[in-house]
């Protein structure tokens, strides 16, 4: 990348979309993010902790989303929360052990462990525990997943109700009104002012956090290379010859060691796939904390733009997470430059982050950024693949064009007007 392309260094009209297009009001958002925060933590999580399994394993309240990110746009009117639990038990001693051996990139299984327990546990005790477990001990996202929205329900259920409005919740000498919907894995809260009105949506989201630990990194060698290896012939130069080969074949495809700052890493219970036998016992991989302490400088703005842009072009297939990613690999490739990097104008930052959404796209491949065997465009068809490719090309090729003369070309593509 140059970082002194003269066409993309001026940010004027960069600045004028972002202010009329992408900032979130003040004011909204520290009254919808301050009444979430009572309503949550200060209500709902205390009638909650009335269920001893909850009150043993429940940790905190994480705020999640683009919105606690820095790159969400438009209203503040629907947010992330992870409801982060812990298996670190004192009295237990219980832990669990993750496995990542296995070829579904980006999950993770996980088996209870008992070995450290200690022997005047009753029955009952360690019951509260395993009821998550499956006949071998590992984690059942079903199963807790389950046993969550009980809880949670029940919590509710203890609130006052409206019958036309919902569960009445009262905060600052309001009466706020809650209803739920289930969402996938998350259940979903709506909240409504005291007029009716709505204000925003909560998506919670189970997630059980690790602190330190490093997940397994592997090194894979082509199948030729191993058959080369493992071929015995007797012939010391052919030997040396075939590992001399392997060692410039083998690639690490790990997880990269993202807890060097010591930040943890959450797994939540979003399904894998349906038709893979014991899918339920599979969690996916969350690097939330990481990927927040990753972005910054001009960084999240661009990354809001180019939402934007997605939105007015109808990218629906390239979700938030995919743009995000693209930014992550960025930041990695220029980290011994990344002073620079993020002090580039944010249009050419803009430029180049479309830049490399279209090379990912013309190559089939987005790999993810803590594991690069997981391909995020994997389950896009190749023709929606193509065309996402041949589109964007084709405005990137006219922006490069009429740039020079025509610096609201840029508007016409992210907002759809010139």
């Known amino acids: 990348m140059s970082f002194a392309e003269s066409e993309f260094q001026n940010d004027t009209v960069f600045n004028i979309i972002e202010r009329d297009y992408l900032t979130l009001a003040d004011n909204m958002c520290r009254e919808n993010s301050d009444l979430l925060k009572a309503i949550v933590e200060e209500k709902l999580i205390p009638l909650m902790k009335r269920n001893i399994v909850f009150e043993t394993i429940f940790n905190r309240v994480a705020f999640g989303g683009s919105y606690y990110k820095g790159t969400k746009y438009g209203s503040p ?184 700052n010591k930040l943890p890493f959450m797994v939540v219970p979003k399904p894998l796939n349906k038709s893979i036998p014991n899918d339920n016992l599979y969690w996916r991989l969350c690097f939330f904390q990481n990927e927040k302490a990753m972005l910054r400088g001009e960084v999240k703005s661009v990354i809001k733009m180019m939402k934007k842009f997605r939105d007015t072009q109808d990218l629906n297939s390239m979700k938030s997470y995919v743009i995000e990613t693209i930014f992550y690999h960025e930041l990695e490739n220029y980290k011994y430059h990344l002073g620079q990097f993020v002090r580039s104008s944010k249009t050419q930052l803009f430029i180049h982050g479309l830049r490399k959404l279209r090379e990912a796209l013309e190559n089939g491949k987005l790999p993810y950024f803590w594991n690069e065997r997981l391909n995020l465009f994997q389950k896009m068809s190749r023709n929606e693949v193509d065309n996402h490719a041949n589109r964007l090309g084709s405005i990137l090729n006219d922006i490069d064009r009429q740039i020079g003369y025509n610096k609201f070309i840029l508007k016409k593509y992210i907002c759809g007007t010139s």
Request: some cysteine.
């Open 77 to 260: 009117d629907e947010f992330d929360l992870y409801l982060v639990h812990k298996f670190d038990f004192k009295k237990l001693k219980a832990d669990l052990k993750i496995n990542s051996s296995h070829n579904h990139f980006g999950y993770v299984k996980m088996k209870m462990n008992y070995e450290r327990c200690d022997r005047q546990v009753t029955y009952e005790e360690l019951k509260k525990i395993t009821r998550f477990n499956d006949e071998n001990k590992f984690l059942d996202q079903n199963k807790f997943r389950a046993w969550l929205e009980g809880v949670f329900i029940k919590a509710l259920g203890t609130l006052s109700r409206d019958p036309y409005h919902g569960y009445e919740l009262h905060h600052d000498g309001r009466t706020y009104y809650i209803n739920h919907r289930k969402s996938g894995p998350a259940l979903t809260i709506m909240v409504r002012h005291p007029s009716g009105r709505k204000l925003f949506d909560v998506d919670l989201v189970p997630a059980i956090e690790f602190d330190g630990i490093h997940l397994h990194s592997g090194y894979w060698v082509p199948p030729a290379a191993r058959r080369q290896n493992t071929t015995h012939t007797g012939n010391t130069k052919s030997t040396t010859n075939s590992t001399e080969h392997k060692k410039k074949k083998r690639k690490n495809f790990g997880y990269k060691r993202y807890n060097d």
